[in-house]
């Protein structure tokens, strides 16, 4: 077992990442909300016997439990959902110890959380994700928040868990491609911050594949510590440290608007759009050759695409940049590359050149 | 024109309450907020004319403008609404840095505070409140929120406004029911706070309501300065300290829960719900009946009402008691008064006081 502490000062709390451990649940939440006496389980249909399980050892804990479901996917992520959870606080009779507690990927650690942030001001969350994208990126960080009809994430709030808790046998029963999409996330951290990382997912990509038990604790934990020492720094993406996290992100979010979500995996769409950036950073000589070459060759050992499907306008893609949530002023910015393990925000970078990159495809 | 400090680290803010200078939104905006280029303001049927002043001076202080108007009144404050103020802010194609102007009373304030909190995950906001109640009460402190049909600002968040523009020339055309509903706001901060300031109002009940000049300057920045050194000690409603806000409160939202919001007035609400408070206080002896004619007499000095309707049911307002979101685990609370300008929480008060008091009308 692993413990990372995010450390944000009276937001603090615990990343607990276990091989394996169902039961731990209830004396989890038990040991970071004292004062809880009741919790709301939040899933989908896909994380439901995950979802009751949570809820048996919560129970056996001496809380009272309510028990929300949702569809699975994104378009779950919907004001018509967040109010069914509204329902679901209302009916349990939430007070503000209340803890939601969401068992699930992204979408439902989005959607509870979202509803945790906004119910009486803020009810306390406890992540507890089932996919490897969530477990090294969505659950840390404290994001939450549901799509509006032309955008991803438009609506939510900063809202820190009071812990996270990571149960590694969740990823034995993961379909094949939603865990490799979480793998794209985890390359980020070793191009944005860590060369020794890479190198690591370099040599150990059949491994990490092949989901040995070590390798995922490893990549696990370090996604995790590495994204917690970026959301300690820049808690609310203020200073602009923080933006480092987006590497690849501004292109995703584009594939993933003009492509209806659900088209693409979230992984596969940063797994394109980290493509997409380093051939960018080429093109402004930010980075030779040779990078291009190690992400795409680690990236096509962990089995993500690479290529942006043929399908989309260009002019749409470029649309939907400008509008980004990181975007100022209409101008189009980039996290982009300059060596393995370190990236740069680039305010201005010039259309034609992003036109280029998109087109090449 | 007078300024009152909030001070919170990094969110701390300025109210400015000048006699009158619709002029001066635009120049305040842009001084509290050097990088927005752009800004939505927002407001209702009753104060688009306001809204439209501000606009212009914002215009002519160079930023983008976009403008939303939402139906008057409590039903404004809904899940409907808010996606309306969603598709504004994206219609103006809003960044980070877009201010959200909300122009109105404390529905506005509420409605535009809680669209500010939690679109893009947080965009600057500027509260330029246009009646009594919103001049001393919900536009400082940084509670924003909607209703949910089972509950008033159930759903919401904490959002520090970048700064507070109080134009008391607003009140000159202010309806005279709903100027002095505001006051029972005002002779709040007396009761819990202040017994120098309660003794003010005593002695010039007839100015206030006469709006003499002079005196709103000062029960207007009096009151902003008790609630701004209530806020700075409990920002999220955490140790307790805020709570002494709600005096009052817990049986006017029952009042205003159970008689359907609109019935009566938020102010006239709480001073009834502050009558039945002094007289739970008195039944448990914690005061006696001096201070309960003190207080009667000044509310009634200043035209506000005491009595409960007959119609509500006494069931029905102690089962929205108990659900009152600062209700933990369904016991009932209530701030109560010691002396004038004292007040503390009281746990477990037995329910038939209270129901005593509610029966006694």
Request: hydrophobic share 45%; with cysteine; proline share 5%.
């Amino acid at each position: 077992m692993n413990t990372v502490r995010v450390n944000l000062g009276s937001r603090s709390y615990d990343i607990v990442i276990t091989p394996g451990d169902p039961a731990g649940i209830g004396p989890f939440v038990r040991s970071v909300l004292r004062k809880a006496s009741t919790a709301l389980v939040v899933c989908d249909a896909n994380t439901q016997a995950h979802g009751r399980a949570a809820e048996a050892t919560l129970a056996a804990s001496g809380l009272r439990t309510g028990f929300a479901t949702v569809p699975a996917g994104e378009p779950s992520k919907s004001m018509e959902q967040l109010a069914k959870l509204y329902d679901a606080l209302y009916d349990l009779a939430a007070d503000r110890s209340t803890a939601v507690v969401a068992v699930g990927g992204g979408v439902i650690g989005d959607l509870a959380g979202f509803a945790a942030a906004s119910y009486n001001r803020g009810l306390p969350l406890v992540m507890v994700p089932t996919t490897s994208l969530s477990m090294v990126d969505s659950s840390v960080g404290g994001k939450t928040g549901i799509n509006h009809p032309k955008g991803k994430n438009l609506i939510g709030a900063f809202h820190q868990p009071a812990g996270v808790w990571i149960d590694l046998s969740y990823l034995d029963t993961l379909p094949e491609r939603e865990f490799l999409s979480g793998l794209a996330e985890v390359v980020k951290y070793g191009v944005i911050l860590d060369a020794d990382f890479f190198a690591y997912l370099e040599a150990n990509a059949a491994e990490i594949r092949a989901r040995a038990p070590q390798a995922l604790m490893h990549i696990v934990s370090r996604s995790c510590r590495l994204k917690a020492d970026v959301v300690e720094k820049d808690e609310h993406e203020t200073t602009g440290l923080r933006a480092v996290l987006n590497y690849g992100h501004t292109f995703a979010h584009a594939f993933e608007t003009c492509g209806g979500y659900g088209t693409l995996l979230h992984g596969e769409a940063v797994a394109i759009g980290m493509e997409c950036a380093a051939r960018l950073a080429q093109k402004m000589e930010l980075i030779g050759a040779d990078f291009v070459a190690r992400q795409t060759k680690l990236l096509q050992a962990l089995a993500l695409p690479i290529v942006p499907p043929a399908q989309w306008r260009t002019d749409e893609l470029i649309a939907v940049m400008r509008r980004d949530k990181k975007a100022v002023g209409g101008q189009m910015r980039f996290i982009l590359p300059t060596r393995i393990g370190e990236v740069k925000l680039f305010d201005n970078v010039p259309e034609p050149l992003v036109r280029a990159v998109l087109e090449s495809r």
